[in-house]
């Protein structure tokens, strides 16, 4: 309906998505199972605090010897700045510990530079990293950010250091990091990749769905959708199954109430579907929904 040339969860079946939309904010959180765990927090400040705190106890199990850390994502960023406070207030030495940019822009060949406005690796930078103060933040090689020359030595250091937690949000077109369905095209005109065949994929250079580019638009570019780059480059699900932990964070902001009850309902009932990309979370072993209440909203139709 929204992209004909692509995937997305408007080619998924009907009951699937009536079932979704019927999901009150209780019925959520009777959809945790072993493995999938749903937590609703009542407040944006405590939210926001749990969400930074994962880095904190990630970095805290860290050391020379056996180094681990966390995946991020920009979207959300609200945790960041938490995480520099948390850090600095407590005095909390995480030298040893190391950070994972889930994603980057792509474009004219290569990545964003830092000194573009869209740039996730200055916002890391800028929001939280550049915050902590020196005698305690790790090194900037314990920093690993996406760029055009680093993809298999981004993609190698999952196996040098441990990723505890891969955070992240989820996008309209139901993806986390820049996981997006794959056009209507090639071997994939008449059906999506299977699970299995997506799960197949690693960090690497994608082109984004329309949607995607939309909602970046609005979220982070005042609307104008001229301004985001099409193409990313973005961690995989390769690197998603090495981490031990993937934690996603619905704040309302990132996808509509529809598509927050539609994820976690697949992810439950163990419904993967490259269509919708973040189902395919039903078969990692730990993975974990994080909904702000007031965010969590209702499908009914509404006129304003």
């Not at 992810?267 to 007031?294: C, M, T, W």
Request: aromatic share 8%; glycine share 6%; net charge negative.
């Amino acid at each position: 309906m929204v992209a004909p040339e692509w995937w997305d969860y408007t080619t998924l079946d009907e009951k699937i998505l009536d079932d979704a939309s019927r999901l009150s904010a209780e019925d959520l959180l009777q959809l945790s199972r072993p493995g999938f765990t749903v937590k609703i927090y009542d407040t944006l400040e405590s939210f926001y605090t749990a969400e930074a705190l994962e880095y904190v106890q990630a970095w805290q199990q860290s050391s020379d010897d056996a180094p681990t850390g966390i995946c991020g994502p920009i979207g959300p960023t609200e945790q960041l700045p938490l995480v520099a406070q948390i850090v600095n207030d407590l005095q909390i030495d995480v030298r040893s510990g190391h950070f994972w940019a889930m994603d980057e822009w792509y474009l004219d060949g290569t990545e964003a530079p830092l000194d573009h406005p869209l740039s996730f690796a200055r916002a890391d930078l800028e929001m939280c990293f550049n915050r902590i103060d020196k005698r305690l933040r790790m090194p900037d090689e314990n920093l690993h950010f996406l760029r055009a020359d680093n993809i298999e030595a981004y993609s190698r250091s999952y196996d040098q250091a441990r990723c505890l937690v891969m955070q992240g949000g989820q996008g309209e077109v139901k993806h986390w990091a820049f996981n997006d369905p794959l056009p209507r095209q090639g071997k994939h005109k008449d059906q999506p990749p299977s699970a299995a065949e997506y799960r197949r994929l690693g960090a690497r250079v994608v082109n984004l769905h329309p949607m995607t580019l939309i909602q970046n638009a609005r979220t982070s570019g005042g609307g104008v959708v001229t301004g985001v780059p099409s193409r990313a480059i973005t961690v995989g699900p390769v690197e998603t199954w090495k981490s031990e932990k993937v934690s996603i964070w619905h704040a309302g902001t990132h996808d509509n109430p529809f598509g927050q009850r539609l994820t976690a309902l697949m992810i439950s009932k163990k419904i993967p579907d490259s269509a919708v990309p973040i189902s395919l979370l039903a078969e990692h072993a730990n993975v974990q929904f994080n909904y702000y209440r007031g965010g969590i909203g209702i499908c009914s139709a509404e006129m304003h």
